[in-house]
């Protein structure tokens, strides 16, 4: 497929632009900001500029989008929700109708699991009611329902990836893996504030770059949104008891906090997925973590 990649910059994008690239797909990988990295392979761009983002189209007949440009967590525009509607739920808008005008097959946004909210113990399914915390879990929600409109309407084949918490290469957002993993590197300590009985679901980049793969080709879609997560819900306790085997050197001081995104999501089921698609989660956390510890080793990372 030709496919137009958004956010080809970001920690997904780079991902994607790889696993994609790999698969056999021509892609062309956009963003606004490269981040200093000289990178040949990315065309810097809007998502609001509707005449290059149709000339760009047209050049490289592109026939699926995969969508990854985006305030990507409540926490990238803390204070300026309406940063966050304008670029989230405008610039999915135009590349859907881009989509839509050149009759292309496929779409893939990637949403994420801020839109369940505040869930508790419930086992959180795609059939679980959406009620975000958050304005930019409310813009990922709006966007979903955007796909779905599509979808019905104009027979646009889009699909919603409901992503947990991202890590590896190229994370620009805080992370407290990368932080172990770069202490460990000059002997450090990381200290986490963290109430020891909140579930993180953690989800290697790499297992979500092959998400996408696998849905961009899937021959159809049972549904509209799929969760996407490594199918490993940790504690932090957990995931420092993990992080220090893995990780030479490393070493976690757990301090009374909460986290910043402290939704309450126990049970996240990504059954679903490898039913429908065969798409099944890769790297548990302490493979994860071996990974990106190497790429930040070998200087492929943010
Ligand atoms: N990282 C996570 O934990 C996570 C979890 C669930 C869902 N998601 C979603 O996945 C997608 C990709 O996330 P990511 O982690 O790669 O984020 P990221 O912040 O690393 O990448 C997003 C990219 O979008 C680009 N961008 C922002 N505004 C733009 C604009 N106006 N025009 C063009 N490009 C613009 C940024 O420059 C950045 O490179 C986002 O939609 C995000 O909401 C991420």
Partial sequence: ???????????????????????????????????????????????????????????????????????SGPMMARGKPLKIVAVNIDATALLLDLAR??????????????????????????????????????????????????????????????????????RRANCFLGDIIRNAQTGQPTAIPCDPDFIYHYVHVDDVAEAIAAVLVAPHFLRRSYNVGADEPLTMPQIAAIAEEAIAGARVELTPGADDVPDVQTDFDVSRIGRDIGWKPRLPLAAGLAAYRQAILSGRSA
């Avoid at 599509?150 to 590896?168: K, T």
């Fill in 101 to 170: 005008v050149h009759g292309m097959k496929r779409f893939v946004f990637c949403s994420s699991i801020s839109v369940y909210g505040n869930v508790g113990k419930m086992v959180i399914t795609e059939e679980t009611q959406l009620h975000p915390t958050s304005v930019y879990g409310a813009s990922k929600v709006a966007c979903e329902q955007l796909v779905e409109g599509f979808a019905v309407e104009y027979g646009l084949e889009g699909v919603s990836l409901r992503i947990g918490r991202v890590y590896g290469p190229y």
């Fill in 1 to 71: 497929m030709n496919i137009l990649l958004t956010g080809g910059a970001g920690l997904i994008g780079m991902a994607a632009r790889d696993v994609l690239g790999r698969a056999g797909h021509t892609v062309t990988a956009i963003d606004v900001t490269d981040f200093g990295r000289d990178d040949p392979g990315l065309i810097l761009m809007g998502l609001d500029d509707r005449t290059s983002l149709e000339g760009l189209i047209k050049a490289n007949r592109i026939d699926a989008i995969v969508h990854c440009g985006a305030i």
